[in-house]
Antibody, heavy 122, light 107 residues
């Protein structure tokens, strides 16, 4: 069973870049069929999918954030990273990494989640 | 983007009740609709994937149905641990959008 753990600074200044890491254990980020997603939950609001990187390195992003987002994989550390540039207070949220396993497109939901990491932009 | 409209936005019920939450998509997403349970301070938990498939380890009192644009999550015989917020999410078309949630609390 894959286990995910997010890490990163809890406080980021406006206009700076938010950088988070998701450490994957119990499986390799390059294992076939896996998609590694980032999702965020704004305080008192709903969930927002940010984007993913696949086992083969393909990426897909939410167009609302695409100009500011980079998602990368580090196979040597078995980690997936999220970088969100030019942050504002609107980026304050709990950030989660979550995995999808699918032999094709990521159709079947995100079944493993990290506990999340809270980020405040101030 | 595919918009998902959940109803109701909130719901009060008692232990033992049967509850139903609906999710309507702005366009057909065939079967690619998932349901999550979220409790405060915890990560979302996948309950149902592909509209009606029960995720491993999830109690059988949870069930899902639907196809195309209209979907339903049903919880048979509510247990105390079921009081939470429920979200639908479509995985048919990027961006993979979520509904706004249905908060289920104790009557």
């Amino acid at each position: 069973q894959v286990h995910l753990q997010e890490s990163g600074p809890g406080l980021v200044k406006p206009s700076q870049t938010l950088s988070l890491t998701c450490t994957v254990s119990g499986g390799s980020i390059s294992s076939g069929g896996y998609y590694w997603n980032w999702i965020r939950h704004h305080p008192g609001k709903g969930l927002e999918w940010i984007g993913y990187i696949s086992h083969s390195g393909n990426t897909e992003f939410n167009p609302s954030l695409k100009s500011r987002v980079i998602i990368m994989g580090d196979t040597s550390e078995n980690q997936v990273s999220l970088r969100l540039s030019s942050v504002t207070a609107a980026d304050t949220a709990v950030y989660y990494c979550a995995s999808t396993y699918s032999s094709g497109p990521p159709y079947y939901g995100m079944d493993v989640w990290g506990p999340g990491t809270s980020v405040t932009v101030s | 983007d595919v918009q998902l409209t959940q109803s109701p936005s909130s719901l009060s019920a008692s232990v033992g009740d049967i509850v139903t939450v609906t999710c309507r998509a702005s366009q057909s997403i065939t079967m690619y609709l998932n349901w999550y349970q979220k409790k405060p301070g915890k990560a979302p938990k996948l309950l149902i994937f592909a509209a009606s498939s029960l995720q491993s380890g999830v109690p059988s009192r949870f069930s899902g149905s639907g196809y195309g644009t209209d979907f339903t999550l049903t919880i048979d015989s509510l247990e105390p641990e079921d009081f939470a917020t429920y979200y639908c999410q479509q995985s048919s078309t990027s961006p993979y959008t979520f509904g706004r949630g249905t908060k289920l609390d104790i009557k």
